[in-house]
């Protein structure tokens, strides 16, 4: 067994020390994977998510297979889902810049009167509807986000869109 698997293992079982170790003995090549795979401008970002990702799997880790294969692993995705992040970003501030949101007039209450919908959500509801369908979040990302699983945000965001519509009715109506 590697040093580096041994401290994994240790830090598994509560061992701080060896978790400390473990990080200052595989961050160097945590970081230059992220630089080859997202860049040098988030390098730094993927680097610290994969050692939150790595803590939080910790006690899961069985050590199948060496830790630095366990461990770049986790890097790989936390890449992927920067990358993934990233793509989204742009794609949204280019409809934003294509589709600019125009200023609600002072006087004119259809933007309010939407805020006021919305917030009057119960808090849940209005996360996972804001998140999936105004911020453009998946489902799952939102159920990340959120700590919940996708089948809750689901329900959620169904509840939410009962909710608003409902609320759109009686105003048109009342």
């Not at 590697?2 to 595989?26: K, P, V, Y």
């Not at 996360?127 to 996708?150: D, H, N, P, R, W």
């Not at 329900?155 to 009686?170: D, K, M, N």
Request: glycine letters at 6%; aromatic letters at 6%.
């Amino acid at each position: 067994m590697d040093e580096l698997t041994r401290l994994f293992l240790a830090a598994r079982d509560g061992d701080r020390m060896a978790l400390t170790q473990a990080i200052r003995a595989s961050e160097a090549d945590v970081w230059r994977l992220a630089v080859h795979l997202v860049g040098p401008g988030d390098a730094d970002d993927v680097t610290q998510d994969t050692f939150v990702r790595v803590w939080r799997a910790l006690p899961q880790f069985r050590a199948d297979s060496g830790a630095r294969t366990w461990l770049l692993a986790i890097a790989r995705r936390a890449c992927a889902d920067s990358v993934r992040g990233s793509v989204r970003r742009r794609r949204l501030a280019e409809r934003v810049r294509a589709n600019p949101p125009r200023t609600a007039d002072p006087g004119a209450t259809g933007a309010r009167d939407l805020n006021a919908l919305v917030a009057s959500l119960d808090d849940d509801q209005r996360a996972a509807f804001v998140l999936t369908q105004m911020l453009g979040y998946s489902y799952a990302e939102t159920a990340e986000i959120c700590g919940v699983k996708i089948g809750t945000i689901r329900s959620r965001v169904a509840r939410a869109r009962e909710a608003l519509v409902t609320s759109l009715r009686a105003a048109e109506t009342g």
